[in-house]
């Protein structure tokens, strides 16, 4: 006869199979909860990613409407109101529209071989650099950026300096596909390329700009003397009658641009129709958020808006 295991070991074995069932539960309880959180902001992250979407579609189908208006592209229309912000089933989305032919086109800086870039676009970006707190000695390194490996431009910087600043990488020697490219230029400051980022453009390099929508640091750029209050008149003439024509604006501004400003300015590509576009757009859907940058070019024979980039600016 097996003689019996005292009482008090029993109870405290039970106790210690109790304890461990429990702490289990807990792990798997906690587990479950932590993946039911991951889910619920996977499918909130995917619904906002779907409904942001479905504005840049909006957005796209606004200026193609814009097209069948008229030609002039002015800060007055539909699509360059201000900020939107409208409800979608379970979220908020706002976005707007931008006219990238408002402002410096950089891939205007290429040049053909053995050519140097053109000088009055040079010129422009430096200004542009200037007032952004940079040094204008930084346009010929974007110009070499751009530009083929056996142009001609003396400010060049050389795979050596690339090397020199420890930079894993060389001019690709190709135009830009976005304006973001900047910050890896070589010598070229974190803080003024991001001010130079919301005036320029990554563009076809025609440098077409409308003058009906040029920021306020382009059209400083565009003539090297002008002044704040010549700015100023430029924006209250288009604000009360956006320009028609290129010539319509020069014939206006001869009433209120000194001669220089008004001779820099008549050998500017200026534009008053616009084909690309940069829609920017931010949806909330629970936990979730996403967050897009749409470049569109609209054809200038059926106003069709055609998707050229997107990049996903979400966390």
Known sequence: MQPRAPRGTALLNA??????????????????????????????????WHQALTAERLASSLLEQDWWNGVVDHPGEAWATT????????????????DLRGRLDLNTM??????????DALARLQRLLEDAGGNAGLADRIAEWVSPPDA????????AAYRAAG?????PFRPMAAPSELRAVVDMPAAVADRLIGQVAALDGSGKININTATDAVLAALAPNLTP????????????????????????AADFLNPLAL??????PLVV???????????????????????????????????????????
């Open 110 to 119: 290429a040049s053909r071989k053995g050519e140097a870039p053109d000088s």
């Open 273 to 315: 129709a616009s084909d690309w576009f940069m829609i920017e757009v931010e949806a909330h859907a629970g936990r979730g958020m996403a967050r897009l940058f749409s470049v569109v070019h609209r054809s200038a024979e059926d106003g069709t808006a055609v998707l050229r980039l997107r990049v996903d600016g979400s966390p």
């Open 263 to 268: 001779e820099a300015f008549a050998s500017a």
């Open 83 to 98: 900020e939107q912000v409208f409800e979608m089933e379970g979220g908020v989305v706002s976005g707007r529209i931008v």
């Open 15 to 48: 106790l210690i199979v109790l304890a461990a069932i429990a702490a289990l539960s807990i792990t798997l309880t906690r587990r479950d909860v932590e993946f039911m959180a991951r889910f619920d902001l996977m499918t909130h992250s995917n619904q906002a």
């Open 152 to 159: 001609d431009i003396p400010g060049a910087a050389g795979a």
């Open 229 to 252: 209050a010549e700015i100023d008149s430029v924006k209250q003439q288009r604000r009360s009658q956006p320009f028609s024509s290129r010539e319509d604006f020069l014939d206006r």
């Open 167 to 171: 930079l894993p990488h060389r001019p």
